[in-house]
């Protein structure tokens, strides 16, 4: 069986390779407007849906995989910096400080009639950065396509102090979310990913 992936993040890429997942990456290309009072677990669960659907409407027959991930401090959302210095504005908005990082995930099949978006939620906290601290990172042009201007699983992992929840989440595709998705549909992830044991 092979998927689709709905995303050109190469993150995303890198966790569906990692559970063994055949798959194909064809990027949706949706507007990523956020409407306005739109609550942020609501706006990444519709993005994922409007991703999904614009694949899965041209691959009725296939399993479409789609995600869109937002991070939350107070009432900011902090989606992917403009340019280095938004990327140092966000990073000193969250250094020292707990924010919450919120993933949409949407699993479509058009022949099946089938649709199911979930969303995961983790809490990050950060390690207090200094002006340089934050500097010499956005030097580095890791934050510069992040949500929250950070990898967690990249240099950024030596700013986090701790997550609470789904450490996937944080990189852009909850694994745990997205398996038990994948068995709901009757999909045994186990039995189609070509890894054995």
């Known amino acids: 069986m092979k998927f689709i992936l709905a995303s050109?993040?190469?993150?995303?890429?890198?966790?569906?390779?990692?559970?063994?997942?055949?798959?194909?990456?064809?990027?949706?290309h949706v507007p990523e407007v956020r409407a306005e009072g739109e609550a942020p677990e609501e706006y990444v669960a519709r993005l994922s849906r409007d991703k999904a659907q614009?694949?899965?409407s041209a691959n009725p027959s296939r399993w479409v995989i789609a995600a869109d991930t937002t991070v939350l401090y107070g009432d900011?959302?902090?989606?992917?910096?403009?340019?280095?210095?938004d990327a140092e504005r966000m990073l000193a908005t969250i250094a020292g400080r707990t924010h919450i990082v919120y993933t949409g995930v949407t699993l479509q099949?058009?022949?099946?009639?089938?649709?199911?978006t979930r969303v995961s939620e983790s809490e990050v906290r950060m390690l207090p950065m200094s002006p340089s601290d934050i500097e010499w990172y956005v030097r580095t042009g890791e934050p510069l396509d992040k949500a929250g201007a950070y990898a967690v699983q990249g240099i950024g992992s030596m700013f986090i102090d701790s997550v609470h929840g789904s450490f996937t989440n944080v990189v852009g595709l909850p694994l745990a979310t997205l398996?038990?998705?994948?068995?709901?549909?009757?999909?045994?992830?186990?039995q189609t990913n070509g890894v054995e044991p």
């Not at 398996?179 to 186990?190: E, Q, S, V």
């Open 109 to 116: 099949n058009v022949d099946l009639r089938y649709c199911e």
């Open 179 to 190: 398996f038990l998705m994948l068995r709901k549909a009757g999909i045994d992830p186990l």
């Open 54 to 56: 614009a694949l899965a």
């Open 8 to 28: 050109a993040s190469p993150r995303r890429r890198e966790l569906l390779a990692m559970i063994g997942l055949d798959f194909d990456v064809l990027p949706s």
């Open 76 to 85: 900011e959302l902090l989606e992917k910096p403009a340019d280095a210095a």
